[in-house]
């Protein structure tokens, strides 16, 4: 590990633009559910029903419902040291852009400036009749559906659902900064997840150095990774930019 740690930070500290890459992993540590896996959201409330435009229009209040509840929960959470080392590593200069997963919004909490979200994030709601959006005010927000102001119609949260597509500018931008990097630092994200998993592997085709960031082993760490800092990323990612 220590010597994996010396690599990452050499790499780093060569790097002309050096990208994270970051998953579900990374929030863990803030006290933000999972969704997939062993004791994720997604096996107590299943996507088809409860993350999608179909199960949205099929029962809206249920739907909304869960949904409010998962973004007081966001907002009472607060940055890990993890995001805070990744904030750190972008106003040093080391770090070009963090492309994430999360909804959450905890990288810019933490101060990361240049954030790519693969599937937006809970800060507005829009129409899904006129497209009109308004920012997510939790505050004024109850259990009922949210109307639009302009035409009452049904609105949802500004996140990626199934059945959506990732926004095109975000899958443009992490394309090209996939071929153009020379270091990913992959955090708290497995390989199973496409479009998020290719950032890496073209990476990797373009001859950028890999660094894992991930509390076990991942289908990465054989495949593309040069350096594996197994752990909690909250212990791990502080030291690397110390070593940074
Ligand atoms: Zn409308």
């Given amino acids: 590990m220590s010597d994996a740690l010396h690599r990452a930070a050499e790499a780093i500290r060569g790097a002309r633009c050096a990208i994270a890459l970051t998953g579900a992993g990374i929030s863990v540590e803030s006290g933000i559910p999972p ?27 249920k739907v909304w419902r869960f949904w409010l509840e998962l973004a007081q929960t966001l907002g009472g959470c607060r940055p ?45 709601l829009a129409c899904l009749d006129c497209g009109a959006t308004r920012p997510t005010d939790l505050e004024h927000l109850d259990e009922r559906p949210p109307r639009c102001h302009v035409c ?33 630092l992959v955090v708290g994200t497995s390989a199973n997840v496409f479009p998020a998993a290719s950032v890496p592997i073209t990476a990797k ?7 894992e960031s991930n509390i076990e082993p991942t289908e ?4 593309v990774t040069d350096a594996f800092l197994e752990g909690p990323a909250g212990e791990v990612l502080p030291r690397l930019v110390e070593l940074v």
């Fill in 35 to 61: 969704f997939r896996g062993k004791g994720g959201l997604w096996l107590k409330y299943p996507p088809e029903e409860y993350a999608s435009i179909d199960g949205y229009l099929r029962n809206p209040g």
């Fill in 152 to 184: 009452s119609g049904l609105m949802k949260p500004g996140f990626v659902m199934f059945g959506e597509m990732i926004p095109t500018d975000a899958l443009i931008e992490a394309d090209r900064l996939a071929q153009v990097c020379d270091v990913v």
């Fill in 220 to 223: 990465f760490t054989e495949s």
């Fill in 205 to 211: 085709r373009h001859r950028a150095f890999i660094i």
């Fill in 80 to 124: 890990s040291p993890a995001h805070y080392a990744l904030a750190e590593l972008e106003s040093a200069g080391r770090l070009e852009a963090v492309i994430t997963q999360n909804v959450d919004r905890l990288h810019q909490e933490a101060g990361s400036n240049n954030v790519i979200e693969f599937h937006g994030n809970f800060s507005r």
